[in-house]
C-alpha cells in the first residue's frame, strides 16, 4: 500500500510495556523514527533504527525491525503516565526525493 | 536550544484572507517541510523545500504555496484560506538522513 500504517489507540496499565506497531512501505528507507507528541506540543524524536539493524534498545525503548515484513516496532517498557502521547512512525521514502513520510499516528493512554 | 521556530501559536482568519505562516530554522538544515496535522489523518505534507528557491509539491499541495528566499526560512502561504485550512500546522527541518526538528506548531482557525 501507499500508506504508513498504525493502529490508532492503545491503552496500557502503568507498569505494563506497550507495544506499538508500524507498517512502512519503502524497503529503501535507510532510517525509520519514531516520534512522539505531547498534549499541545510539536514532535519530538523519541528513538530512530538504522535500516541494517534489527533492534535497537535505549533504556526503557526497544525497537524492533523486520524488513522482510516492513514491520517496525516500540516497545516502551514500565509505562508510566508520562508516556500518555501520541507515538508517529515514519520513513524516508525516497521514490519522492527524501521526503518524510508520517503514519497517522498511535494515541498511547495509560491508566494509573 | 530552540532549533525551528514557527512564528505563531495560534491564528484566527476569517474566509478569503491570505494568510502567511512562518518558520525560521537555526541548523542550517538543506531541507525544510511543511506538514498539517488533522484528527485521525496523522501528518500530511503539504510542500517541501531542498534548497533556496527550491520547492516541491506534497501529498495535498492544492490552496497553498510556499516561499524559500532565505535557507533558514520557508514560509507556507493560504492564498485565500478557507474553513477546511483550519488545522494545526506543523513546521520541520532536517539535514540528509537525520531526524527531523519540529516546530511548536501554529492551530489556525479560519471562520
Known amino acids: 500500500g501507499e500508506d504508513v500504517e498504525q493502529s490508532l489507540f492503545l491503552s496500557v496499565r502503568e507498569g505494563d510495556s506497550s507495544v506499538i506497531n508500524c507498517t512502512y512501505t519503502?524497503?529503501?528507507?535507510?532510517?525509520l523514527y519514531w516520534y512522539k507528541q505531547e498534549p499541545g506540543a510539536g514532535l519530538q524524536l523519541l528513538t530512530y533504527?538504522?535500516?541494517?539493524?534489527d533492534m535497537k534498545q535505549d533504556q526503557r525503548l526497544t525497537v524492533l525491525l523486520n524488513k522482510k515484513d516492513k514491520h517496525l516496532s516500540l516497545r516502551i517498557a514500565d509505562t508510566q503516565t508520562g508516556d500518555s502521547a501520541i507515538y508517529f512512525c515514519?520513513?524516508?521514502?525516497?521514490?519522492?526525493?527524501?521526503?518524510?513520510?508520517f503514519g497517522a499516528g498511535t494515541i498511547l493512554r495509560v491508566k494509573s | 536550544d530552540v532549533k525551528v521556530t514557527q512564528s505563531s501559536r495560534y491564528l484566527v482568519k476569517r474566509t478569503g484572507e491570505k494568510v502567511f505562516l512562518e518558520c525560521v530554522q537555526d541548523?542550517?538544515?538543506?531541507?525544510m517541510f511543511w506538514y498539517r496535522q488533522d484528527p485521525g489523518l496523522g501528518l500530511r505534507l503539504i510542500y517541501f523545500?531542498?534548497?533556496?528557491?527550491?520547492?516541491e509539491k506534497g501529498d495535498i499541495p492544492e490552496g497553498y504555496s510556499v516561499s524559500r528566499e532565505k535557507k533558514e526560512r520557508f514560509s507556507l502561504i493560504l492564498e485565500s484560506a478557507s474553513t477546511n485550512q483550519t488545522s494545526m500546522y506543523l513546521c520541520?527541518?532536517?539535514?540528509?538522513?537525520?531526524?527531523?526538528?519540529f516546530g511548536q506548531g501554529t492551530r489556525l482557525t479560519v471562520v
Open positions: 515514519a520513513e524516508i521514502r525516497r521514490e519522492y526525493g527524501n521526503k518524510l513520510v
Open positions: 519503502d524497503s529503501s528507507s535507510t532510517y
Open positions: 533504527i538504522f535500516s541494517n539493524m
Open positions: 541548523m542550517d538544515h538543506e531541507n
Open positions: 523545500s531542498y534548497d533556496v528557491k527550491m520547492k
Open positions: 520541520a527541518a532536517r539535514g540528509r538522513d537525520t531526524e527531523a526538528f
